[in-house]
């Protein structure tokens, strides 16, 4: 059975009746059982539910044909959920012990967006636990491998849900995104990652790592495909109080951008070929008839100082709601980033250390976003490398915590500024390992991002594929 | 020489409520020193005359309208949990008789 690689592709199988949602169900499921023992993307298989939402699938189409398509727009459409979402029914765990018994009473309301679309819930993925971390081996459960090449970490903390689409265990899953955890994923196993503007699509029901930081996103492998299930899960939902419906509507234009290339993106600690690939993308930008220029953005090298002060004081607040009493095992079931991250939270916000660490950040903060809001005055976009190297080895960084916080070194920038950012895969190189770059806009110009890559990817007649695992 | 000293990593423990044994906290000392020295690195930016940013949106009190709606039930309440008693949640004494440790 030939299975889509797209949710345009899938649903026009469906129309035609060439497959029922049974047959998707079935042929994932069997994909999982057969490949996850070695890539362990998913973490728990929903295969109950899976059904009941296949079948439920299969008579829509029956009783209301093509219409069914335009009632339910991601109808038949399989998802895995990061295992920070919570699942009305399905175990949820954060990939930590802690709440490895845990089965939430309700869901998240992107969790519930999607269901209500026509979505098929497959199963949960494999993370870094509590979303801590970037190569995905910070799970309590073991690490997500790459399919592309299994010695290699998928990125994190998103881990499970880009493998999963990497190794064809889904059509669409879900990520968090506080600093680059979407997109950098996304770009280690050559699909896109959305990361939102903070204040478009609702936290509500998603564990809360660095609240004034995680952004909720998605994976597709097409842009098309990122951008359907955005109109599905963006909006206000009255459960909480960051979404914003006060922005304006967004100049759409795909041509004749003006595209900025910040130096400090580029320069020392970049790999060539990820700089090669990446400057070979502002080629294509400029052949595709818009305007690259040089900026400079000198601040945003503190993006990683100012995150790693921020994101643990808000972690070890969130996280002090783990007490065993309600639900979940009790504190010592933490593995040791969250120990980690929680301690420097505590010290930085700590009686003397408060001014020097977390207010200095806070200030620091608003110098980055002062720049890069100079920044879209000028320009519209910007491109820029997601990570500092190609997928690396399982077990290279793991003993050197310092180590593995700078691979986001490229990616704080859109999180302390709440813009969008969106991971764009370009080919492969010579290794057959994924390449790609980032495009980040100004806030709320999510439709501007989608265009500009869908242009970029028409341009370069880019065909989404997925790992032969053997 | 480590910026954090082990009676550093025992008062952040303590204030975090987490249990370390002697070899996390050599362990720990060691990591987040390393943390803790590169983000010093944020003194050398002159902020004498910004503002801190704690949030992004620009939104000030979001209020929901003010209207009765259901939450969840007992059931699921207590769904998650095996330390309850007659609709309460079971926790340790948090107060004690004098004298009494």
């Given at each position: 059975m030939k299975v889509p690689l797209t949710i345009q592709q899938t649903q026009e199988a469906l129309k035609k009746k060439d497959l029922s949602c049974v047959d998707l169900v079935d042929y994932y499921l069997e994909r999982i059982d057969k490949f996850n023992p070695e890539i362990?993307?998913?973490?728990?298989?929903?295969s109950e539910v899976a059904y009941s939402q296949a079948k439920k699938a299969d008579k829509l189409i029956k009783e209301l044909g093509d219409k069914a398509f335009e009632e339910f727009?991601?109808?038949g459409v399989t998802v895995i959920y990061k295992d920070m979402f919570l699942t009305k029914g399905i175990r949820t765990t954060a990939a930590s012990h802690v709440l490895e018994d845990y089965v939430p009473a309700y869901s998240a309301t992107v969790v519930e967006r999607l269901e209500k679309a026509g979505c098929i819930t497959l199963g949960k993925a494999n993370q870094d636990a509590w979303a801590?971390?970037?190569?995905?081996?910070?799970?309590d459960f073991g690490p997500t491998k790459?399919?592309?090449?299994?010695?290699l970490v998928p990125g994190g903390s998103s881990s499970g849900s880009a493998a999963s689409l990497a190794a064809d265990f889904s059509l669409i899953s879900t990520g968090t995104d506080t600093c680059g955890s979407i997109r950098l994923p996304a770009n280690y196993c050559g699909v896109l990652g959305l990361k939102p503007?903070?204040?478009?699509?609702?936290?509500?029901g998603v564990i809360a790592m660095a609240s004034s930081l995680d952004s909720i996103g998605h994976f597709g492998r097409v842009v098309s495909d990122v951008r359907k299930v955005f109109e599905v899960t963006r909006?206000?939902?009255?459960?909480?109080?960051?979404?914003?419906?006060?922005h304006k509507p967004y100049q759409i234009k795909s041509k004749g951008l003006k595209i900025g290339l910040p130096k400090e993106f580029l320069g020392?600690?970049?790999e060539d070929e990820v700089r090669d690939s990446v400057l070979e993308a502002a080629k294509t930008f400029e052949k595709m008839g818009n305007e690259i220029v040089e900026i400079s953005?000198?601040?945003?090298?503190y993006g990683i100082a100012v995150y790693y002060i921020i994101q643990p004081a808000e972690v070890s607040s969130n996280l002090s709601?783990?007490?065993?009493?309600?639900?979940?095992?009790?504190?010592?079931?933490?593995?040791d980033e969250a120990k980690r991250r929680i301690m420097l939270g505590s010290y930085v916000l700590s009686a003397g250390y408060y001014d020097a660490y977390y207010l200095k950040a806070m200030k620091v903060r608003s110098v980055i976003i002062e720049e890069v809001d100079r920044a879209f005055e000028d320009v519209d976009l910007i491109l820029a490398p997601v990570?500092?190297?190609?997928p690396f080895k399982l077990g290279?960084?793991?003993?050197d915590p310092l180590k593995m916080y700078l691979t986001d070194i490229y990616a704080a920038t859109a999180n302390l500024c709440g813009i969008p950012s969106l991971a764009v895969p370009s080919g492969f190189n010579k290794d057959n390992l994924p390449l790609g770059f980032q495009i980040m806009g100004p806030k709320f110009s999510e439709e501007l991002l989608f265009a500009a890559a869908l242009e970029y990817h028409r341009f370069i007649d880019y065909k989404p594929q997925v790992a032969k695992i053997t | 020489m480590a910026s954090l000293t082990d009676n550093d990593i025992k008062h952040v423990a303590k204030l975090s409520r987490l249990d370390l044994s002697l070899s996390e906290v050599k362990k720990f000392k060691k990591q987040l020193s390393s943390v803790v020295d590169f983000i010093k690195?944020?003194?050398?930016?002159?902020?004498?005359k910004v503002e801190p940013t704690s949030?992004?949106?620009?939104?000030?009190n979001i209020w929901r309208n003010d209207e009765v709606s259901s939450g969840l039930s007992e059931e699921e309440v207590f769904f998650?949990?095996?330390?309850?008693?007659a609709g309460y949640f079971k926790v340790k004494a948090l107060l004690s008789e004098r004298g009494e440790k």
């Open positions: 362990n993307a998913v973490l728990t298989v929903s727009p991601l109808l801590h971390g970037s190569s995905g081996e910070n799970s790459n399919p592309w090449n299994k010695k503007t903070y204040g478009s699509v609702s936290r509500f909006g206000i939902d009255g459960y909480d109080s960051t979404l914003s419906s006060l020392e600690g970049l953005l000198p601040h945003t090298k709601r783990y007490d065993g009493v309600r639900y979940g095992k009790s504190r010592s079931f933490f593995g990570a500092p190297s190609l290279e960084k793991v003993n | 690195q944020l003194s050398e930016v002159d902020t004498s949030q992004t949106t620009g939104l000030n998650s949990t095996d330390n309850q008693y």
